[in-house]
């Protein structure tokens, strides 16, 4: 601070720490949507496996009713 009161106006970022900025911007973004996109995946597969179950001990309860 100087003596007359005025203060330093503060340094300006150079392009550089602009673009560094901008682009951790982005890669947390991609980051965001790859984990979204991750999540869908475990979603669809366990509704998958869940079906081959449930579908898979339809076919033995209806096998075990025929062999009775």
């Known amino acids: 601070q100087a003596e ?3 203060r330093d106006v503060e340094r300006s970022r ?3 720490d602009v673009y560094k900025r901008q682009l951790e911007q982005v ?3 991609v980051l ?3 984990q979204q996109v991750q ?5 669809l597969t366990l509704m998958l ?3 081959l179950l449930e579908h898979t001990y ?3 309860v209806a096998q075990c009713q025929v062999t009775l």
């Open 32 to 34: 965001i949507q790859y």
């Open 4 to 6: 007359d009161g005025i």
């Open 27 to 29: 890669v947390y973004k």
């Open 49 to 51: 496996t869940f079906h």
């Open 39 to 43: 999540m869908q995946l475990i979603k």
């Open 14 to 16: 150079g392009l550089g």
């Open 58 to 60: 339809r076919l033995l």
